[in-house]
């Protein structure tokens, strides 16, 4: 063990002793204050080794190899095929097509798709979010009780040469009317080997610890896709790892961390699996006038449409997709 992780775990002895003097059943407020400032973001559920824990600590994400079977892995697939042949209808489902794809005489067929959103009403696709060894990890993060948030199947095409298959630098707080941030997490597993080729992921360690910046559409001469927001500046000199992972691998990152992927440069359709989680104590905000105005006029025009109603609010539009996966469902 190095220096730092034994110091780490010393520290950790000792905040364990003395918060074992607050009472059983923590309050609301307590809920959230009750964790040293030393250890912001991540709490002890004796899972997480002292070295994960000051790594998400310090770079805002953790990856753990090998956490999905292959076999479930293949299930959540065939699911995803069965969906894009039309075999089965669900419930409040989003399919996204690519941008390049939508606007050309392209016709629609299971390849079109990019991602699927909102799949909490699909029985095997959900799974994924009530996965238990997922939600140990999650749990280490929100604390017990955790509600799945939002659902996505990304199948990033191969791109059709304008670059519209990179999803620009961007912190998916942006898109969520709720806090606190620290209380967040995004659980995402490759489907299949992720690399630079086909467009893995790219995170700036360590921006989990800064502010929620401006957020809007890159000025990408091929285009961009509908939502596909990214930080209006951010310092392009900073540090950036791509992430590549094998089949199953799983990264749990936090909603300020900021990332994007690259382009897809190969034929095949790049596959992962994600769910972003919360404390089932998060509270909704009003980002009215805020810098997330902007994506929530864009939510509600779709939104009214998607669910046919005449008016409907940014946080109705999460308390409605949203789902209870462990403990108890409180303010979310
Ligand atoms: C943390 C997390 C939330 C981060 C992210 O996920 S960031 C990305 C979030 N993206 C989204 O939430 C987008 C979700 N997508 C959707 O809601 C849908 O795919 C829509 C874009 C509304 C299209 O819905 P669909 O049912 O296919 O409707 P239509 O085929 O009738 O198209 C309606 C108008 O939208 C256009 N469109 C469709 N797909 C895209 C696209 N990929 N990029 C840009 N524009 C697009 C389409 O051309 C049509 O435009 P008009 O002909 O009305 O001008
Ligand atoms: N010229 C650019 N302007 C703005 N954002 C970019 C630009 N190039 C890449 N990005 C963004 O940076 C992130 C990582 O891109 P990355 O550099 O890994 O991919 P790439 O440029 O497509 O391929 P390569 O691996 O060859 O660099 C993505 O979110 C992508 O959208
Ligand atoms: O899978 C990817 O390419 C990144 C997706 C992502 O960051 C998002 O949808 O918020
Ligand atoms: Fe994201
Ligand atoms: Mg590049």
Redesign the pocket.
Known sequence: MSRAAERLRLMINHLDRSSATISAVPTYAQTFTSRPQTLRFTHDTDLLTPEQRLFYEENGFLLIKNLVSEEDIDKFRMAFERICRQEVKVPGL??????AI??SEFVADEKAVSKL?DFQEDPELFRYCNLPQILNYVECFTGPNIMAM?T?LINKPPDAGKKTSRHPMHQ?LH?FPFRPADSIVCAWTAMEKVDRQNGCLVVLPGTHTGTLQEHDYPEWEGGV????HGVRDYDPKHPRVHLEMEKGDTVFFHPLLIHGSGMNKTQGFRKAISC?YASAECYYIDVKGTLQENIENEVKD?AIRKYGLGEITFKDTWALRGRLVQGERTSL
């Open positions: 989003v399919v996204m097509r690519d941008v939508v606007k959103q939002h996505m998916d898109y896709n509908k939502m596909y972003h779709i």
